[in-house]
């Protein structure tokens, strides 16, 4: 990500959890798409394999969702950066439900990412007020 920030944004507790769901997302995608990328034994794929890109899509768009509405002047375009936001807070929490249904030996760690995104919501209901 080539964003130049404000300089008071990376102090944000929002941001810094944004960067920390990042790094923990793709930290368990890798592992979890190594456990996914085999072939079952009817030659199919396992269908849970396309989560694993899906959950490291929406957690790297947060980030860049905190900017555009800290940047934005107008409270209705500040308001669909953070209806996005939700949105992909959403699906992300979803898709993790989902992977811990998955054949995998990762699944054990994305309580973990829930927990953080538990974390990252109440974050964001207290940051949306200083908006």
């Known amino acids: 990500m080539n964003y130049t920030l404000p300089s008071h944004l990376s102090d944000l507790p929002i941001y810094k959890k944004a960067m920390d769901i990042i ?7 890798t592992y979890l798409t190594q456990d996914l990328s085999y072939l079952n034994s009817d030659g199919t794929e396992d269908g849970n394999i396309y989560f694993t890109g899906d959950i490291i899509q929406q957690s790297t768009n947060l980030a860049p969702e905190i900017i555009n509405a800290e940047r934005e002047r107008y409270s209705d375009k500040k ?29 054990d760690y ?16 207290s940051w949306m007020l200083t908006l």
């Open 23 to 29: 790094m923990l997302s793709r930290n368990i995608s």
């Open 79 to 107: 308001h669909k950066h953070l209806e996005s936001l939700d949105l992909l807070t959403f699906r992300l929490y979803n898709n993790c439900k989902r992977l811990e249904h998955s054949s995998s030996n990762g699944r």
């Open 110 to 125: 994305l309580p973990i990412l829930r927990g953080e995104l538990g974390k990252f919501r109440k974050l964001q209901r």
